[in-house]
């Protein structure tokens, strides 16, 4: 089986003990991540310059690719507010396989369930690109969730929102095609790098390998692959340089979709 994203082992596959390298990335943090809405234009959720005054974060600290945040299994002593970048949410069965479990981009936060439930870490979190990230330490974090009625009714909603793409993604893997859950991917890919979709053919980076987007697509690598031929086949995307080149990124939206897109 060929490679499919750029940067990848193919001899990488879920349960392999091989650690994952450190992936290129030219990401431009961009400067106006104060008055971005991350929040798909829902109003009724907090700006991320909001966010940030929220958590008392003054500066935020930037990161790696491949930096561990915390550990599965860790006793929980952060929270972390995604300031700009894209992380990545892995679980280790007692078997050693290895399975990634979600995606979390600007304006999420990680680590808040096992504080709230007092619970050790369920997930091991880690950066895919050179990200911007806000830790406020458990006890901090605590503190304002009993003091300010206002950050967590917040912290509520932003929780909520996960909980709610969990369950859509359920509903994808039993209501939409391989090929639709494909397309709704690469549509949300694109969306996570440039904000908006745009009206004219886009190139994006993939920063996972071939068996992490089966995984959370939940399909084999190989028919993977194979659909990526397709969208070739028919024009919709084009392989080159270890980038996906969209000639008209609109094409992978379908009106089936529209009760599956994640607010």
């Known amino acids: ?69 915390y550990s599965q299994g860790e006793s929980p002593h952060t929270v972390c507010l995604i300031c700009a970048g894209l992380v990545k949410l892995t679980r280790t069965e007692s078997d050693g396989n290895r399975v990634i479990v979600g995606l979390r981009q600007r304006g999420w936060m990680v680590g808040a369930v096992s504080i709230l439930l007092n619970a050790r870490y369920e997930t091991t979190a880690a950066t895919i690109t050179r990200s911007k990230l806000c830790f406020v330490p458990s006890e901090t974090f605590k503190r304002v969730m009993d003091t300010s009625l206002e950050f967590s009714r917040w912290i509520s909603m932003i929780l909520s929102r996960g909980l709610r793409s969990s369950m859509l993604s359920i509903s994808d893997q039993s209501c939409l095609s391989g090929r639709q859950r494909l397309e709704k991917f690469l549509w949300e890919v694109i969306q996570m790098q440039n904000g908006i979709v745009p009206q004219r053919p886009i190139k994006i980076q993939m920063l996972l390998k071939n068996w992490e987007v089966a995984q959370l697509l939940a399909l084999t ?39 599956h897109e994640m607010s």
């Open 221 to 259: 690598p190989q028919h993977l692959c194979r659909l990526v031929k397709q969208l070739e086949n028919e024009g919709i995307v084009m392989r080159k340089n270890g980038w996906l080149i969209l000639s008209d990124p609109k094409k992978l939206w379908h009106p089936e979709m529209a009760a």
């Open 1 to 69: 089986m060929g490679v499919l994203f750029p940067g990848q082992d193919p001899a990488l596959h879920p349960g392999s003990a091989s650690s994952l390298s450190p992936t290129p990335f030219n990401e431009n943090l961009r400067p106006d991540e104060n008055n971005h809405d991350t929040h798909g234009g829902d109003s009724s959720l907090p700006c991320l310059g909001h966010l940030k005054k929220l958590f008392g974060c003054k500066g935020a600290r930037t990161v790696p690719p491949e930096h561990e945040i």
